[in-house]
């Protein structure tokens, strides 16, 4: 065999290891995001000073005519891994957020994150870890004012396989209040997930595939085994039209179905528009529909 024969195997890239709730990531991302008919309304406003302060306002408007509303402003210092976000939501609390990123050491990340309502004096405040190697994510949550609880989550991952599990633990009730489990496997083109919450008594699998570079389509089903025998089932699916919009669609074993168009208006703009159904009851009022509209500047 001469030279120019002999094939060349070209490296393959590791992926990341994601967090326990993101190991389903993908098929939950095509099942529940962009779909618009949740609330009548929503506007975001992003923007961006000179000094790098980022600023947010996000607002929404309900099917019962409920109206909510959030403004904040994150600073990242880049040399030292810190980043600071204060939000301000219409309900007038006071949200805080402090991370420290790859500062304590190399692929750990820490918060302090604390909330304070000024009309019934309200505190919470909680510190959380993250720590990320190349086959490792392992995360801890400690909510100081409630309990006080810890909730620890760990994945493993060995070319493109995935373990992972989850535990609470109340400090004041000396007990385990939730425990999860999950496993999987990451592909580039495609992902799939077996997942048993709520003290392993609420299973689901998912799976996602991107067809192509225009398609990605994915289901999910779930089975309480503490309810009925019945089995839930969601599938969706989203095409990319052209380069500045894409629609999706979704239908679930109840006959609901949603529909769903975003595009790009021009540079910073972009619209929103959904929709969903009761295939078995189209004659009657139960039909939603929403828009979105995002400012970026």
């Known amino acids: ?150 909730s620890l989550d760990a994945v493993i991952g060995h070319e493109g396989f995935l373990a992972g599990a989850e535990a609470a633990y109340d400090v004041q009730k000396a007990a385990i209040t939730r425990y999860s489990a999950a496993v999987g496997y990451t592909a580039p083109e495609y992902t799939a997930a077996i997942t048993a919450a709520d003290n392993l008594s609420v299973f689901s699998a998912s799976y996602y595939h991107k067809v192509n570079s225009a398609v990605e389509a994915g289901a999910k089903a779930t089975w309480d085994s503490k309810g009925s025998n019945h089995v839930g089932l969601e599938v969706a699916s989203k095409y990319i039209l052209d380069p500045t919009s894409f629609a999706k669609a979704k239908i679930n074993d109840r006959g609901i179905a949603a529909l769903a168009y975003n595009v790009i208006l021009r540079p910073g703009v972009t619209l929103g528009l959904g929709a969903s159904f009761d295939t078995q009851k189209l004659s009657e009022a139960g039909h939603k529909v929403g828009a979105s509209f995002t400012f970026e500047a």
Do not use: C
């Open 1 to 150: 065999m001469s030279i120019k024969e002999i094939p060349v195997m070209m490296p393959v890239t590791a992926l990341a290891v994601p967090a326990f709730t993101d190991i389903s990531k993908a098929s939950n991302d095509l099942l529940n995001k962009d779909f618009y008919h949740t609330v009548a309304a929503a506007l975001k406003i992003k923007s961006k000073a000179p000094n790098g302060v980022t600023f947010n306002v996000e607002g929404k408007s309900t099917h019962e005519n409920h109206t909510a509303g959030v403004i904040d402003a994150k600073f990242t210092d880049a040399p030292t891994g810190l980043t600071i976000t204060q939000a301000w939501t219409t309900a007038n609390a006071l949200d805080t957020k402090l991370e420290l990123d790859n500062t304590i050491a190399k692929g750990i990340k820490a918060e302090v994150i604390t909330h304070f309502l000024p009309s019934t004096q309200a505190k919470g405040a909680k510190v959380n870890l993250h720590f990320k190697q190349p086959n490792l994510h392992a995360r801890a949550f400690f909510d100081l004012l409630r309990g006080p609880t810890a």
